[in-house]
């Protein structure tokens, strides 16, 4: 059973344009939720994270949105630059339960210039 | 401010061989997690150090195991390696002693392949 589930498996952008990128999650106890960024040959490096007792986080050209009635979350990128192109992974972790995150599938970005 | 540290950054196996797979964890941080990432998956968590004990573990067979000693590192141990056990293993450290849901830093991973 995947607890965290994320779409669009891929994502083509238009640079200056912006990439939304969308995850619900099954567990009401889960109670924190990042976004991870992921090159080539490197490992996930945080981006933003959020909490479910705020409805959306803004971070730079980074925005969270958070739905909790919904179970569901995205990640917003305004003006898309090729640099942001990527994989990006939604994750959730519940603090009753330890830390430990649980990841979505991942979507890959294409930012064309 | 040296971030996570992981070594080696490839090796190769072949099956029935055990490995083991070392992590430095971000200066400050004092919990070590374990996750395994196949080709274009997301990760998955292996287990958690924290004080030099297993605090929370994944849905991994007993062939896993880990070690985190007093300087906070850690080490990764896989016997009687599979050719499923192809992946990149990642490293990631945190403050757990501020308790809750704190950041998770990653290091670049060791990828391994067995043959």
């Known amino acids: 059973q995947q607890q965290v589930k994320q779409s669009p498996q891929s994502l083509i952008v238009q640079k200056g344009g912006i990439s939304i990128i969308n995850c619900a999650y099954e567990?009401?106890?889960?109670?924190?939720f990042p976004w991870y960024q992921q090159f080539p040959g490197k490992g996930p490096a945080l981006l933003i994270a959020?909490?479910?007792?705020?409805s959306e986080k803004k971070e730079g050209r980074f925005t969270i949105s958070f739905n909790k009635s919904a179970k569901q979350f995205s990640l917003h990128i305004m003006d898309s630059q090729p640099g942001d192109s990527a994989t990006y992974f939604c994750?959730?972790?519940?603090?009753?339960?330890?830390?430990?995150?649980?990841f979505g599938k991942g979507t890959t970005l294409s930012v064309s210039s | 401010d040296a971030g996570v540290t992981q070594s080696p950054t490839h090796l190769i196996k072949t099956r029935g061989q055990q490995v083991t797979l070392r992590c430095s964890p971000k200066?400050?941080?004092?919990?070590v997690s374990w996750y395994q990432q196949a080709l274009g998956q997301g990760p998955q968590f292996i287990f958690q150090?924290?004080?030099?004990?297993?605090?929370q573990r994944g849905n991994f067979p007993d062939r896993f195991s880990g070690h985190q000693f007093p300087n906070y590192s850690s080490e990764l141990n896989v016997n009687a390696l599979l050719l499923g056990d192809s992946a990149l293993y990642l490293c990631?450290?945190?403050?757990?002693?501020?308790?809750?849901?704190?950041?998770?830093?990653f290091g670049d991973g060791t990828r391994l392949s067995i043959l």
């Open positions: 990631a450290s945190s403050l757990g002693s501020l308790g809750g849901n704190q950041p998770q830093h």
């Open positions: 567990n009401t106890a889960f109670d924190y």
């Open positions: 959020i909490r479910p007792d705020v």
């Open positions: 994750a959730a972790s519940m603090r009753r339960a330890g830390t430990a995150l649980i």
């Open positions: 200066s400050g941080h004092d919990t």
């Open positions: 150090y924290y004080e030099e004990e297993e605090r």
